[in-house]
Nanobody, 116 residues
Framework: QVQLVESGGGLVQAGGSLRLSCTAS????????MAWYRQAPGKKRELVAS???????NYADSVKGRFTISNGNAKNTVYLQMNSLKPEDTAVYYC??????????WGQGTQVTVSS
């Protein structure tokens, strides 16, 4: 069982920055991909960014050039640096982890609100 604990959400003005953190309870070698998803009210949950244990990254087109996903020194930690935030980035952000056997886990979510 993997538990994901997120932190770093909050309220920020448009153009500002936030950094989200997610730490997994499992040891690093059991997780092969970590990611951030988000869900705005009335919308489907969507992938924001992902990173593999080999540090290969993938970003949604809407956040490219503004957001950066990275691993911590311990590979069971992932960060999402969000710059130049826009009101349309407002959503609940969820941490995600996947094991080699395709089992997936989700965090409880952290609210990000960007005011105009």
């Amino acid at each position: 069982q993997v538990q994901l604990v997120e932190s770093g959400g909050g309220l920020v003005q448009a153009g500002g920055s936030l950094r989200l953190s997610c730490t997994a309870s499992a040891s690093a070698h059991s997780i092969i991909t970590m990611a951030w998803y988000r869900q705005a009210p009335g919308k489907k949950r969507e992938l924001v960014a992902s990173i593999t244990t080999g540090s290969s990254t993938n970003y949604a087109d809407s956040v490219k050039g503004r957001f950066t996903i990275s691993n911590g020194n311990a590979k069971n930690t992932v960060y999402l640096q969000m710059n130049s935030l826009k009101p349309e980035d407002t959503a609940v952000y969820y941490c995600y982890a996947r094991l080699p056997n395709w089992t997936t886990y989700w965090g409880q979510g952290t609210q990000v609100t960007v005011s105009s």
